[in-house]
């Protein structure tokens, strides 16, 4: 995956708390707190 809408920001490995796949996000993943790939994110924000 590219950084290209994060600029220079350090993107970090995330499972998918829908989905299960291997995404990357923007920020680092805190225990407790569900995170989303792209596709998944958009379905919740529905």
């Known amino acids: 995956m590219s950084n290209r ?5 350090t ?3 995330a499972t998918c ?3 299960g ?3 990357e ?3 680092e993943p805190k225990e ?3 995170v989303y790939c792209r ?3 958009k379905k919740h924000r529905r």
């Open 11 to 13: 993107m970090h490995k």
């Open 39 to 41: 596709d998944c994110y």
């Open 5 to 9: 809408n994060y600029g220079d920001r």
């Open 21 to 23: 796949n291997e995404c």
């Open 32 to 34: 407790g707190r569900p």
């Open 25 to 27: 996000v923007p920020f």
């Open 17 to 19: 708390a829908d989905c």
